[in-house]
């Protein structure tokens, strides 16, 4: 129908009639044209949306302007440009700089009194105005940063299906198998340097979301462009539904996913495989994809089964395991030790803490201790209790921080047994580091470090107040969401927050950059390195094991900086030729958050060549 309408129109718009098609003056025939919807007027091109950052001119009318988040300003159009755009009048008569629209923004952001309901705002001018929303994120990090990431995004993803408005990335379902590279082809943007994916399985401490995890990869890649300046358009979230098995997202009636039990096993594995093929034929060998919140009985294996052939990592492995490295590496400047002398305590042993644990023994291997010498200083429990030699349950990952000991069901008790330095709770569930618990750290520490990496807020294993008022002030405390200053007798304390956003988004332009084909935890080592290099000693005087958030573009550049060198030292980078200066070649890849100008450049021609013209 509408390639027969389009014929018509062109037939029409020319002033020819066909003797051999339909009779134009026939209004039976004639109103095949009001019933194509891409066109409002006889031969009128639709709206365009633009994709990419290379915006051809003949292809955007005025319009576009106002309707496309890409190229919309808003107020901030000139006197000029509306004109010029035919969009004079669609705005309101006032003119407002970028900085003005960023400052009204803050403001009503503070108006609303629900954090979701500022979530929901973000995600709203998000939709409208792509430069202004970047710009709020990227400059105002500390305040926004929680409204579109943890803690809020876990709520919003619980909520999914009530504040759902656009589509931002894909969803492809177990139905779609055999198909999915014709899906992709779906998705309007051809250049692809990075996909976020997961299967909604375990979403932060809540479990099994489903479709509602969508939440995620679209938060995630948001701060690959506010904290990396990785370019929008080079970003794709992606939503895998196998179904859910929380009954009551099942029994939910505005839930937006499959409504069956999730698919395992062998046809889980062959989608898997194929979305991982379908994503290199259509982006690439160098797409970055990164997993997150698989459910634990797949993260590891998959993350076994792809990290050699794909470009890939697992942000709640490597990521937390990086991020949570770093704020260990800065405690030792406070408490003046080395890292071969700690011993470390988990409580959970899962994707996170299996994660942690593997980079800490990778980290004490580089500084010249046996890799079995450096598991021996790292115990583990998990819902059964103390990982032992002697369970018939553990395998895998786990096997190697097996202990020969009692096994022990209370937390207590084994940090009277193993004696640690620092616990760190990766377990969600909320207080598990009890006053007792806190206490006894303090009598075996003179600086006892306490991290409570679980999200959301409402998940954490202990608060910054309990950390701080049952240590008198002496814990060296960190968390994975954030927590207010503390005043403990009379000097205040600012908790570092363990976020993994520190990491994931300056090792992603890194790699990106550089063109790494494969993502190994030197990696991750080397981030976590320089991350706890950009400490400062007045960070650390307040408590504070991580850079202020305001700083954290700053440190992503860096960190991109350590990998684009490292992998040109050691032959793993396909971008040639190697830029002489790591930094000025990052810089000018970012994506920039500021307008341009919405009209073409006007230049002149020789006299001559114009001809009076």
């Not at 091109?45 to 915006?55: A, K, M, P, Q």
């Not at 779906?186 to 375990?202: L, Q, S």
């Not at 618990?437 to 309990?466: D, G, H, Q, W, Y």
Request: charged content about 25%; some cysteine.
């Amino acid at each position: 129908m509408f390639k027969r309408c389009q014929r018509l129109g062109a037939v029409v718009a020319n002033g020819v009639h066909s003797t051999s098609g339909p009779n134009l003056q026939d209004p039976s025939q004639r109103i095949i044209f009001k019933m194509d919807p891409r066109r409002d007027r006889l031969t009128q091109r639709s709206y365009h949306e633009v994709t990419g950052d290379n915006i051809c001119p003949s292809m955007v009318r005025g319009v576009d302007y106002v309707r496309d988040p890409r190229l919309n300003k808003g107020m901030a159009f000139t006197l000029e440009e509306r004109q010029s755009l035919g969009i004079h009048g669609l705005i309101p008569p006032r003119f407002k700089s970028q900085e003005e629209q960023v400052k009204l923004c803050k403001e009503n952001v503070e108006r609303y009194q629900e954090d979701l309901n500022k979530y929901i705002y973000l995600v709203g001018l998000q939709d409208r105005n792509e430069r202004l929303f970047y710009r709020l994120l990227s400059e105002n990090v500390e305040q926004m940063m929680p409204l579109v990431y943890t803690p809020t995004v876990g709520l919003a993803c619980q909520k999914f299906g009530l504040i759902y408005r656009r589509p931002r990335g894909l969803f492809i379902t177990i139905h779609d198998k055999g198909h999915i590279y014709e899906m992709l082809r779906n998705w309007p943007e051809p250049d692809v340097r990075a996909i976020v994916v997961t299967d909604g399985e375990r979403i932060l401490g809540l479990g099994d979301l489903g479709s509602y995890g969508m939440g995620i990869p679209v938060g995630k890649l948001a701060l690959y462009t506010a904290l990396a300046g990785i370019k929008p358009h080079q970003c794709l979230p992606i939503q895998i539904d196998v179904g859910t098995n929380t009954q009551s997202l099942l029994d939910d009636p505005y839930y937006i996913g499959l409504k069956q039990k999730r698919v395992q096993g062998p046809e889980y594995d062959s989608f898997l495989e194929e979305f991982m093929q379908a994503v290199v034929r259509r982006y690439g060998q160098n797409t970055l994809i990164q997993f997150e919140d698989f459910g634990n009985h797949n993260a590891f294996r998959l993350l076994a089964r792809y990290r050699d052939k794909y470009c890939t990592f697992n942000d709640d492995i490597q990521g937390t395991a990086s991020v949570a490295l770093a704020g260990l590496l800065a405690s030792l400047r406070i408490t003046k030790t080395k890292m071969a002398e700690q011993t470390f305590l988990f409580m959970g042993a899962g994707e996170a803490s299996l994660g942690i644990a593997t980079l800490l023994v990778n980290a004490m291997y580089k500084e010249g201790m046996a890799r079995d010498e450096a598991a021996s200083r790292i115990w583990l429990c998990d819902s059964r209790g103390l990982l032992v030699k002697g369970r018939n349950d553990i395998g895998g990952q786990k096997e190697i921080f097996a202990k020969e000991a009692d096994q022990l069901t209370d937390f207590l008790e084994m940090v009277n047994l193993a004696k640690p330095t620092a616990i760190i709770g990766a377990s969600a569930q909320f207080g598990a580091f009890n006053e007792k618990i806190i206490r006894r750290m303090a009598e075996l520490n003179k600086r006892p470090v306490i991290f409570a990496l679980s999200n959301p807020t409402s998940k954490a294993e202990c608060t910054a107040e309990s950390a701080y008022k049952f240590t008198d002030g002496r814990a060296i405390f960190a968390s994975g969401s954030p927590f207010p200053d503390y005043i403990h007798n009379g000097k205040t304390f600012k908790p570092g927050q363990g976020n993994n956003a520190y990491i994931f988004p300056g090792v992603a332009l890194g790699v990106i950059a550089a063109g790494v084909h494969h993502i190994s935890d030197d990696v991750f080592l080397l981030a976590a390195k320089t991350l706890a290099h950009q400490v400062k000693e007045s960070d650390l005087e307040v408590g504070r094991l991580y850079p202020p958030l305001q700083d954290i573009r700053k440190v992503s550049l860096v960190i991109a900086k350590a990998i684009c060198e490292d992998a040109y030292h050691n032959g793993l980078a396909s971008f040639y030729p190697e830029p002489t200066d790591k930094l000025a070649f990052l810089q000018n890849q970012l994506y920039d958050y500021h307008y341009s100008h919405s009209l073409p450049e006007i230049y002149s021609w020789p006299n001559d060549e114009l001809n009076g013209y």
